[in-house]
């Protein structure tokens, strides 16, 4: 089985990146807009759109709060098997304002892997630039305050 794992350090606290993370239906506006371009909720699933094109239905796995991880499935074809996880944590470098995003998917067939890595790495960079331009005008609003 072919996996992917991926992570980078966005300027925004913890409690705001989990907040979009956990959101599991407004995946295309809260988390990854412009990279994911629609979501739409379908029971314990949501069909997702990405900027390319690429439609996949996700089931929703699981939720845990106290590690700050959702867990998703992509049901159906390309994979024949494919488990998603995303958590976020506190970066280790100063801790304030700062956290760690960490992306990991399994997958088979072993050969999805190229091409699911190069669209992880796009979607991970869309996902930093939004929560940290959230995170800016948060801290500007205060400051205007």
Do not use: Y
């Amino acid at each position: 089985m072919a996996s992917v794992h991926l992570s980078t350090i966005i300027n925004c606290d913890v409690a705001s990146a989990w907040d979009a993370l956990q959101d599991f239906g407004a995946l295309h506006t809260r988390l990854a807009p412009g990279f994911v371009t629609d979501c739409q909720l379908a029971g314990e699933a949501r069909i997702v759109t990405f900027h390319n094109g690429m439609s996949v239905r996700e089931r929703f796995v699981s939720s845990d709060d106290a590690q700050r991880r959702l867990v998703w499935s992509v049901v159906g074809p390309p994979f024949e098997h494919h488990n998603g996880a995303a958590t976020v944590s506190p970066d280790g470098a100063d801790g304030e304002g700062h956290c760690r995003f960490e992306w990991q998917a399994d997958m088979l067939p072993d050969v999805l892997a190229g091409e699911l890595e190069p669209m992880m790495r796009e979607g991970l960079a869309a996902i930093k630039r939004h929560l940290e331009a959230g995170a800016a005008s948060r801290t500007s609003m205060r400051h205007d305050s």
